[in-house]
Each structure stands twice: as structure tokens, then as C-alpha cells.
């Protein structure tokens, strides 16, 4: 199993620009998270899916913000205009129904806007 | 909604020594507790979960508690290594979603 994936993994855009994340769940996983890291605000939900619906988006920042996930095997996260207060490592993670609670994560995409 | 708080911030012991790290939930319906640690530049990675119906969980060197009435959980960490050396974070959750709390800096000192 590949785990996770995200792409891409580093990102550097100007503020203004359009930026898309990818993340590609773990076969079987019929949940899917976005989560945000800073050193001031941590781990923080933006987002989840369960079986392609979104469930729950209290966490997206604001209308600049939006996520898809088109089928089982793909999400999106799309900032735009992307702003330098959204740089940060932007997680997917995933899990099953059922069984194991705990969430496997991508490795990330570190996101710098200039 | 669910407010994780965890302590302390960072956190430096002795090689050998033992590690606590302390974490309060605010959401009483909260029954999945889990712990990742993340080392620098990584990913979060789950080292050990406990649920609502369990006070106790031991893995090797770490273990958690919790104290459901208090709504505390901790982590403790046996005879640490220089390989302890990293962020860990404690969360909850009541339904699909985790909660995390603010992490806490594990230095493990030579």
C-alpha cells in the first residue's frame, strides 16, 4: 500500500495566484480529511468527506478556500487568490469506516505564498 | 465544539528519564482518544489510541490514561531515547472528526 499521497509536495506561488493540492486516499478509505499546520494555530481540521460527500467544512477559513473530492480515489483543495497568511503544510489523511479510528496522513504540501 | 488543551508546550528530560505530557477535553461525548508524534519534517503518525470504555493502555515504553470524569488524558513515556525526540500531539473525537491539541516538544537530553 502507497499510503496517503499528496502532490505536490513543496509550493511556491505570489499572492493573487490560484493554488491546487492533490491527495490521493489510501484504496478502501471512505473518509478523507484536510487539515492545516502552523506554529501558531497547529493541526486544524478545514475540512472532511465521507464516501466522496462533503460532511463538514466549519473549518475552511473563508470563501477563498473550496475543496472537491470527484471520486473515491481524489480530492482537491483549491485556494484562490492564495494570500501569505495561508502558508503553511497543508495534511490529508484518510481512514476506513469502521475499525481503526486513527487516520493515516500524506506527507503534505508545504505551501509558501509571496 | 471539542477544545483540546495540552501541556506543557515543550518539554526536556533526561535520557533514561520519563515522559509525561497531560491533555484536557471539553466535549464530555468525546470517546476516541488518540496520540500522534511527528518528527521534523514529517508526517503525524498514530503511536498509540485508547477509547472511553478503557482507563489504561500500555504499548512497550508508552502508555496512556484517562480519567473520564476529569476529562484528563496523558501519555507517559518509559526509559526515553534520543529517538523520542519530537512533536506529540493528543486529540479527541466524538463522531468522525479528531480534534487535535497544540502539541507538545520532546527534547531528550544526552
Known amino acids: 500500500d502507497a499510503g496517503v499521497i499528496q502532490s505536490p509536495r513543496h509550493e511556491v506561488t505570489e499572492m493573487g495566484q490560484e493554488v491546487t493540492l492533490r491527495c490521493k486516499p489510501i484504496s478502501g478509505h471512505d473518509y478523507l480529511f484536510w487539515y492545516r499546520q502552523t506554529m501558531m494555530r497547529g493541526l486544524e481540521l478545514l475540512i472532511y468527506?465521507?464516501?466522496?460527500?462533503?460532511?463538514?467544512d466549519s473549518g475552511m477559513p473563508e470563501d477563498r478556500f473550496s475543496a472537491k473530492m470527484p471520486n473515491a480515489s481524489f480530492s482537491t483543495l483549491k485556494i484562490q487568490p492564495s494570500e501569505p497568511r495561508d502558508s503553511a503544510v497543508y495534511f490529508c489523511?484518510?481512514?476506513?469506516?469502521?475499525?481503526?479510528?486513527?487516520?493515516?496522513f500524506g506527507s503534505g504540501t508545504r505551501l509558501t505564498v509571496v | 465544539g471539542e477544545n483540546v488543551e495540552q501541556h506543557p508546550s515543550t518539554l526536556s528530560v533526561q535520557e533514561g528519564d520519563s515522559a509525561v505530557i497531560k491533555c484536557t477535553y471539553s466535549?464530555?461525548?468525546?470517546?476516541?482518544f488518540p496520540w500522534y508524534k511527528q518528527e521534523l519534517g514529517k508526517r503525524p503518525q498514530l503511536i498509540i489510541d485508547i477509547r472511553s470504555n478503557v482507563g489504561e493502555k500500555k504499548d512497550q515504553r508508552i502508555a496512556v490514561t484517562l480519567n473520564k470524569t476529569a476529562k484528563h488524558f496523558s501519555l507517559h513515556i518509559t526509559e526515553t531515547q534520543p529517538e523520542d525526540s519530537a512533536v506529540y500531539f493528543c486529540?479527541?473525537?466524538?463522531?468522525?472528526?479528531?480534534?487535535f491539541g497544540k502539541g507538545t516538544r520532546l527534547h531528550i537530553l544526552p
Open positions: 468527506f465521507n464516501n466522496n460527500v462533503p460532511i463538514d
Open positions: 489523511a484518510s481512514r476506513p469506516t469502521g475499525g481503526a479510528l486513527g487516520y493515516t
Open positions: 486529540a479527541a473525537s466524538r463522531d468522525d472528526k479528531i480534534i
Open positions: 466535549d464530555s461525548a468525546s470517546n476516541y
